[in-house]
C-alpha cells in the first residue's frame, strides 16, 4: 500500500491501483451520527436511518503513515487514518460519531463481487446492499404476488439484498479486496459511476485491503484470512443426505429409497427433539435432545444405521423453549440474554417463547458446545445437524459482554458457528461430524464447514427459487467458504405455491454437481410432493446420486484443494478464466472445480439451454460427447436428467467424466 | 416574533410561543447538498435523495434582528437569518448548498394540520410527508391489492403522503401556521417528540409565521395570505352538474334524469373534444376545441340548455396532442416546453404524444388563456371545465424562464390555475364560469374557484376511498381553499374493482352537504353502475339533489362567508370547539358551515354510526328531531338515504334544517 500527498489531500493505492484519492473538494471521508430506527418482526428487520450529520473530511493532513482529517484547516480532528502493510485503521475521538461513509475510486467498467452470501445480485455493481443478517425473505422481489403476501402477513417478503449472511468484504475485477473490520450495520453502495460509497454505523476498527495478481490468488488470501474449513468427511461420498421428518416411518421410507437405488450418505430427521402442535401445524420442541416418544429406541436406531454405512443426522438452534428441561438448567444458571429489568428475555417463536442463550458469556457457550451439543447429540450418536438460526439476535437485549446488542447482531452467526465448532472439536469429531448452518458474517469460515443456502421457495423464481443458490454459493464461495449445498426442491411453501416434480428434478441435477446432495421435505410436507412418492422423480433422483457418488473422486480432489488453498468447490467462471470478461457477469452457471462447468436448469419447461464456454479450454458436453470451443455461447438439449454440464477435454478426470454417459 | 438570546444561541418566540430554540448542542438549522435520483412515470415518481453533506450550524450570532450561523466559531458563514414581523428570511452565499434543514420545537400532544390537500391523514403528527405536487396513486396503501397491481403495471400504486395538491404549510394546535416559501421539492417530517423537522431542497426564500388567538382567525389569516375565491356562482345551486361522456346520447340521458326528479345546475361533457380509440379504450382528444362529430350542432345545444337553465361544461388539460390542430399553431410559436436538444419536448400519454405548454413564456400563457380558454371554451358557450393534469410537468425539460423544471414543477398547477382564471377574467366571467383543479400547490387559492379531490378507487377504502375527500375538503380548507367536492361514486375502477350502488348512493349523500354535487361515470363507465341505470339509485340521486337545493340559501351564506373572511365551506370539528381536544384528530366528519355536522358513512354496509358531537352546543338529528348535547359521543341509524346529519340547535337556519326530513 502506498500513500502520497497530492496538492490538496492524498492518493492510497495498492499494487498501482488507486483506492482512495482525497482533495478537498472531493473528499474520500465523511463522519457524522445518526438516530437509526430498527424493529424486528421474526427475523425481518424495518430499518429506517435518520442522518443527523454527515461531515465531509475536506482537510487532511499527512504525516508519514497517518492521515489526520477534519471539516476545515485549524478545525479539531475528527479522524485519523493510519496506513499498515494491509489496513487502514481508523481512531476517532469524538464518541456522538456513528456514522462513517468512505469513497473507494471507481471505473465505470468495473465489476465487484462478495458481500457475504448473496441470493439476487453476484455482481454488486449498480446496486446498494445493506448487510444486516436476517431472514432473506419470501419472494424477494416486490413485483411478485408471493412477496406482497409475505409483506402483508409477516413483513417477511424480503428484497435483493436480504440474506442470512453478509459479509462486508468485495473483490474488485481490479483484483483487490476490501474487507471492513465491523460488526456495526454498514452498506456497500455500488450505485455511483465514480466511486463506491462504504458506509458503516460505528467508525470501523480497520478496513483491510488486498491485492494479487490473480483472482485465484486473492481467494486464496482471503480464505486464509478468514478461515477454512476442513476436508469434507469421508462419509458424506457416499451419497445424499435424506431429509425425512416422519418418526420412525422415516427409517422405513429410507429403506424403500435404498432399495429404489437411491444412493444414501447419511438419514436426517430434524423431528428427533420431537414435535409441538401449534394452530399453524406442528412445529419442533426446541430442547435439543432425543425425543423417545417420537423416536423409541432412537440410539439404537443410530447404531444399526451406522453399521450399514448411513450417518443420523439431528437438528438444532441456539434457543430453548420456557416448557423445555433445558431451559430451566440454562435459566438458573443465568445463560440467557437479560431484557432491560434484568430478567431473562423471552423471544416469541408462534405461540411458543423461548431464551436466547448469551454466547457473549463465555460459561454458557461452553455450556451449550459441551452438555447440550456435545453431550446429547455427538455423544448420543449424530454425525451431524443443521444449525438453524444465527440471524435474530434481538437488538434490545442485555448481554453478558456489555456490549450493545446492536453490534452484536451481525456476529451472533459466526458466535454460534464458534460453538458447534467447539462441541465437535470437544470429542474429536472435527472434519467427521458435519454441521451446516445458513446464517454467518465475517469469521463464520473459520467453524462452519458447511453453508445450506437458507429457505428457497418451491420454485423457479429469479430472486427466491433454484437459480439463487448459485448466486449464494458464488458470492461465499470468494469470501472463503468452500462448501455449499441447499435444500433439494426448496423450502418454503406459501400461498398455494407448491413444488412440481420438475423442480424436484432440475434441483436434484444441480446438487449432484455440489459438495453435498441433501434432500429436504420443505416447510408443508403434505401439501409439496416428495422424492419418494413419485416413481419418476424417484427413478431420477436415485440416478442423481449415483452421478454424485461417481464425482466423489473429482469432489475429494476439490475438497484437498479447498483445504490446502481455500478454493471454493463451486466458482464463478472467471475465477479461471479472468481473461475472458464476457463471464464477469455470469451467475447462472458455474465452474464444479475448475474442470467442470455446470449450467443448470432454472426455469420450468427448458428443453434446451443456452451456456457460455469460457474462452481458452476446449469443453466437451457430458451427455453428447460433443466438443466445443471456449469463447461461444451453445445451446445443448436439456431433457429431464441432462442438465448441462460440460468438461475441459484435457481434464485428468476426462474419463471419468465421460462415463456419466453410461450412468 | 421575538428574538432572544440564550447563552450558547438564541429563541424566536411568536405570540410567546418558542418556535425555534437553537443551542451549540441543539441547533435549529442544518444545511448541505445532496444529489436526488428522480424518475417519472406517467405521474408517479420514484425519488431517492442521497445527502452527501449535511451539517449542523451550531454557532449562531445574533445583531439586532438577523442571525448568522456556521458550524463553529470562526468558520465562515453558512446560513443568515432575517427576522421580520411575519418571516425569518433566509440567505445562503454558497451555491453547493441544495439541501436546508429547521428544526421547529414540538410538544409531545401538539397536533399538526394542513401540507396542501391531504387524502389518508388530517393530524400529520406522527409521520412523514413529502411536499410534491404528483399522482395521488390508485389504493395508497401497501397492504391492499389494488396498490400492490397498481405498483407493478405502472408504479402508480402511491402511498398516504402523495397528492395532486401539496403545500408546505400546517398550522399547529398551539395556534400558528409556519408556511415555507419555496416551490423545491420538501418535506414535513413530524415523527419526532419534541420538534419537527421542515426540509427544503433550496434554501427557501423565507417561512412565514402566523399566530392567532383563534384558529378561525388564523384561517382567515392564511386565505388572506393566499387568496380567496369569488363566490358561487348562482346557478349551481340549481342542483347537481351531471357527469356524462357519451357523446350526443348524453343529452338524452340527462332528459330522463330531469324526468325522474334529479335538479340538475349543469351538464358536463369530457368528450366534447371527441374521442381518440387506444388499446386500452377511448380517451379523449386533446387538443381544446368542440368535436362536431361527436356532438353535432354542440354550440345551439349548449344554448338551449342554458334556456332551460342548465349549463354546460367541458374539459381541458396543460396539454396538446401532436396531431390536433392547436399543436401546429403553438409549436409553430415556440410555446412548448423544450427538451435538451431544443426540440419540443414530447411527452407520452398513452399511445399517444403530447407537447407541454409553457406557461413561463408569457406569450404562450396568454396564447393558451385568450385563444385556447377564452376563445374555443368561453366563446363556444361553456360555463366551466374540469381543468385537469398541472402534475406531470417533467423534470428534464427546458423552460422559457431559465429556471430548473424540479423548481419549476410544484409551482405548475399554480401556474395552470392562473392561465384558467385569466381566460375566465378576460371573458369578465370570474364568479360566474366555474372551472375545478386536482392539482394545486402554494397560490392556486388565488386562482382555482373549486377544488375537486381527484380520481379515488371507486370504494370504501381507507386510503383511496369515499372517506379520503373528507380529509383533502378538510386540509385544504385549512389553507384557503373554501370550495371542495368530489366524484360521485369515485373514478378510478381497475383490477374488477366496481362500483356497488351503495357506494353511489352513500357518495351523494355526502356531497349533497358539499359545495358542488357532480357525478362522474368514472374510467370505465360500461363496467360500473351508472346514476341513471338503477331505479332505486336514481330517486335517491334525485332526492339528494332536493335536499341540496334546499340547502342553497344556508350555502349562499357559507359562500358569502368565504369570500368575506376565507372560512371553507367544509371545516374539521376543532374550527369551531378549539376548546374541546376530543376534535383534534377527528377526519371523518366535518363541519358545514358552523351550523350542521355531517357524519359521513364511509364504510359498506353501516346501519348506524358513531358520531361525536363537540361540547357547547345542543345538536340536532335530522332525521329523528332528536337532541343531544355535545361533547358526548352518539350512536345514530344510518340507513341509506339518511346520512348522520346534525345542526346546531340554535342556528338561524333551524327551521329550514327542520325541513329535511320532510324531503
Not at 378 to 388: E, T, V
Request: glycine fraction near 10%; charged fraction near 20%; charge should be negative.
Amino acid at each position: 500500500m502506498k500513500l502520497e500527498t497530492t496538492p490538496t489531500g492524498f492518493t492510497i493505492s495498492l499494487n498501482g491501483h488507486a483506492i482512495l484519492r482525497h482533495t478537498a473538494l472531493t473528499p474520500a471521508f465523511y463522519v457524522g451520527h445518526g438516530d437509526e430506527r430498527m424493529a424486528m418482526y421474526r427475523g425481518n428487520f424495518d430499518i429506517e436511518d435518520y442522518v443527523i450529520e454527515r461531515s465531509a473530511l475536506r482537510y487532511a493532513v499527512v504525516d508519514g503513515d497517518t492521515v489526520t482529517l477534519c471539516e476545515r484547516e485549524g478545525q479539531p480532528t475528527r479522524l485519523v487514518v493510519k496506513l499498515t502493510d494491509t489496513a487502514l485503521e481508523f481512531s476517532a475521538e469524538d464518541p456522538s460519531i456513528n456514522r462513517f461513509w468512505m469513497r473507494v475510486v471507481a471505473d465505470h467498467d468495473e465489476h465487484v463481487w462478495g458481500g457475504g452470501e448473496q441470493m439476487s445480485y453476484f455482481d454488486m455493481r449498480g446496486r446498494r446492499f445493506p448487510l444486516w443478517t436476517s431472514e432473506p425473505g419470501v419472494g424477494r422481489d416486490k413485483t411478485s404476488e408471493i412477496t406482497f403476501k409475505s409483506n402483508v402477513e409477516g413483513k417477511a417478503g424480503g428484497d435483493y439484498y436480504n440474506t442470512n449472511y453478509p459479509q462486508p468484504t468485495y473483490i474488485s475485477s481490479h483484483r483487490y479486496a476490501l474487507h471492513v473490520e465491523t460488526s456495526a450495520y454498514s452498506v456497500f453502495d455500488f450505485r455511483r459511476k465514480t466511486f463506491h460509497e462504504i458506509e458503516a454505523w460505528a467508525v470501523p476498527e480497520r478496513i483491510e485491503l488486498y491485492a494479487a495478481a490473480t483472482f485465484v490468488e486473492l481467494v486464496e488470501i482471503l480464505s486464509a484470512r478468514f478461515g477454512r474449513q476442513p476436508q469434507l468427511p469421508e462419509w458424506i461420498y457416499n451419497g445424499a443426505i435424506i431429509g425425512l421428518k416422519d418418526g420412525t416411518n422415516s427409517f422405513t421410507r429410507l429403506e424403500k429409497m435404498k432399495e429404489a437405488g437411491v444412493k444414501v450418505s447419511g438419514l436426517w430427521c430434524e423431528d428427533w427433539v420431537g414435535l409441538r402442535h401449534t394452530s399453524f401445524g406442528a412445529r419442533l420442541f426446541w430442547d435439543w435432545q432425543a425425543n423417545e416418544e417420537r423416536y423409541p429406541g432412537l440410539r439404537e436406531r443410530i447404531s444399526q444405521l451406522h453399521d450399514e454405512g448411513v450417518r443420523f443426522l439431528g437438528y438444532v438452534n441456539p434457543y430453548l423453549c420456557v416448557d423445555g428441561p433445558l431451559f430451566e438448567e440454562a435459566e438458573k444458571a443465568g445463560y440467557f440474554a437479560k431484557d432491560e429489568f434484568g430478567r431473562t428475555a423471552l423471544v416469541d417463536f408462534g405461540e411458543f417463547d423461548c431464551g436466547v442463550v448469551d454466547f457473549t458469556n463465555s460459561a454458557a457457550a461452553d455450556w451449550f458446545a459441551d452438555s447440550v451439543i456435545g453431550g446429547k447429540m455427538l455423544d448420543y450418536g449424530l454425525s451431524g445437524w443443521m444449525a438453524d438460526f444465527g440471524e435474530y439476535l434481538p437488538i434490545d437485549v442485555e448481554l453478558a459482554n456489555g456490549v450493545d446488542a446492536k453490534l452484536m447482531h451481525n456476529q451472533w452467526p459466526t458466535l454460534w458457528a464458534e460453538v458447534n465448532a467447539k462441541a465437535v472439536a470437544s470429542r474429536g469429531k472435527t472434519g467427521e461430524a458435519l454441521f451446516f448452518m445458513r446464517a454467518g458474517y465475517t469469521g463464520v469460515q473459520k467453524h462452519c464447514p458447511l453453508l445450506w443456502g437458507g429457505d428457497q421457495s418451491v420454485d423457479f423464481s429469479r430472486h427466491d427459487g433454484l437459480v439463487t443458490v448459485i448466486c449464494a454459493a458464488l458470492s461465499a464461495g470468494l469470501l472463503g467458504n468452500a462448501y455449499h449445498h441447499s435444500d433439494i426442491g426448496g423450502y418454503t411453501s406459501l400461498f398455494g405455491n407448491v413444488r412440481t416434480p420438475e423442480l424436484l428434478m432440475r434441483w436434484a441435477e444441480m446438487a449432484a454437481f455440489t459438495p453435498v446432495m441433501r434432500s429436504h421435505e420443505g416447510n408443508r410436507p403434505r401439501d409439496n410432493v416428495q422424492i419418494d412418492q413419485d416413481p419418476e422423480v424417484l427413478a431420477h433422483f436415485a440416478r442423481m446420486t449415483g452421478i454424485y457418488v461417481h464425482m466423489a473422486p473429482y469432489l475429494k480432489a476439490l475438497s484437498a484443494e479447498a483445504a490446502a488453498k481455500g478454493l471454493p468447490v463451486q466458482r464463478p467462471l472467471f475465477l479461471h478464466y479472468e481473461h475472458d470478461r464476457n463471464t464477469y457477469g455470469i451467475q447462472d452457471s458455474y465452474l464444479y472445480g475448475s474442470d467442470v462447468l455446470v449450467a443448470p436448469i432454472w426455469q420450468a419447461a427448458q428443453s434446451e439451454r443456452a451456456v457460455y464456454l469460457p474462452e481458452g479450454s476446449s469443453w466437451t458436453h457430458v451427455w453428447s460427447g460433443e466438443q466445443y470451443s471456449g469463447g461461444n455461447e451453445v445451446t445443448v438439449a436439456s431433457p429431464l436428467g441432462e442438465p448441462p454440464v460440460f468438461y475441459r477435454s484435457d481434464s485428468p478426470f476426462a474419463g471419468r467424466f465421460a462415463e456419466l454417459r453410461t450412468l
